[in-house]
């Protein structure tokens, strides 16, 4: 069955730097495009960075310049550095399989079928 594990989350200063890491199985990762996305307390999911199967990457207008998204295919891993970490960004960051293979970058929650459970990022002021 499909799996996706992140890790990598914590407590960081605004300012700083975390690097998210989302471990997946189950499937064949080399076919599929993965995303982030983070969910704020109240708020609704936000789209924040995705990959396809070749490597083109999209990324919010909010975090361009700041995050990216990177994948290891030989690891069945897909990252996100995320630097300048502002405290309103504080949120669960989830790990997404896009729901079709070989396609272009998707940019929206809708077009991903599965998740991980998410992994907590505080950033204090």
């Known amino acids: 069955q499909v799996q996706l594990v992140e890790s990598g989350g914590g407590l960081v200063q605004a300012g700083g730097s975390l690097r998210l890491s989302c471990k997946a199985s189950?499937?064949?990762?080399?076919?599929?495009?993965m995303g982030w996305i983070r969910q704020a307390p109240g708020k609704e999911r936000e789209f924040v960075a995705a990959i396809n199967w070749s490597g083109s990457t999209s990324s919010a207008d909010s975090v361009k310049g700041r995050f990216t998204i990177s994948r290891d295919n030989a690891k069945n891993t897909v990252y996100l550095q995320m630097n300048s970490l502002k405290p309103e960004e504080t949120a669960v960051y989830y790990c997404a399989r896009q729901a079709t293979g070989w396609g272009s970058v998707r940019t929206t929650a809708q077009e991903y079928d599965y998740w991980g459970q998410g992994t907590q990022v505080t950033g204090s002021s």
């Open positions: 189950g499937f064949i990762f080399s076919m599929y495009g």
